[in-house]
């Protein structure tokens, strides 16, 4: 399968969350940041001209949006994250690593991604910082929510760490289809994993839930995932950057949501916020 990669470069932080959660919204699975500029990924089966054409005229209404476009051959894909994937540790207890990497022996939780186009493998620093923060809280017989799981990198730490059941949600395909694969990888057998969005949460509560998403994305779902956390509940949230703390911790004191824990690593942001 190709994909197509679209190049953008805005100077501020405000406009590459917008794009990040338009662009997730008609089906774009895959973001990387750079320096000075955000590429997105999308299968070119889930491309849709109209849609992006009318996505990219809304955010017009706001700061000018220039991209470059390629197509991706799929096995070009594949080789270029194999060649740029390396192993790396979190905190010092974890080591992810693709399947085709020689095993540490010497860490606490060895862990392994084969990302594909889904997010989440422990280099970007909002998914090291979940990894770290998760390091610090009791997963011990915790039922556990991982909320935009992406490579379900989170679900199999928690896992390891303890939890007694965890749900895995993502609103895109690739990302399930992913995160699946690299829970059978490391013999999960506790995690489930289902396609959809914050409306598959129905009337399930749990004790603890992680959403490494987005800011806008988390905004728009504080309100679900704070009934679906039990009293005394935990809720880490990433995938923003420093100065959104203040929108993020506005909407969640409406919930009785409490902030506990923070990380921050180059203007990223992780929190941990307890129910009271």
Known sequence: MDYLSFSFSFPEDWQKEILIAHLSDIGFGGFQEETYNTIAFIP???????????????????????YVRHVIPYQNWNALWEKNFQPIVIGEEIVVRASFHLKIPVVKH??????????????HETTAMMLRMMLQENFTNKKVLD??????????????????????????????????????????????????????????KFDIILANINREVIIHSIENLAKSLNNQGALFLSGFYNNDMGAILHKTSFYQLQLTDKFTENNWIAMQLKSK
């Open 44 to 66: 070119v089966s889930d491309f849709y001209q109209a849609d992006f054409d009318q996505c990219i005229q809304l955010m017009q209404q706001y700061f000018p949006v220039h």
């Open 110 to 123: 060895d862990i392994v991604i084969d990302p594909k186009m889904a997010f989440g493998t422990g280099h």
């Open 147 to 204: 909320f935009g799981t992406g490579t379900g990198i989170l679900s199999i730490l928690a896992s390891r760490l303890g939890a007694s059941e965890i749900l895995a949600i993502d609103n895109d395909n690739h990302a399930t289809d992913n995160a699946k694969e690299n829970i059978f990888l490391n013999n999960i057998l506790n995690a489930r994993v289902i396609h959809g969005g914050i409306d598959s949460l129905k009337e399930n």
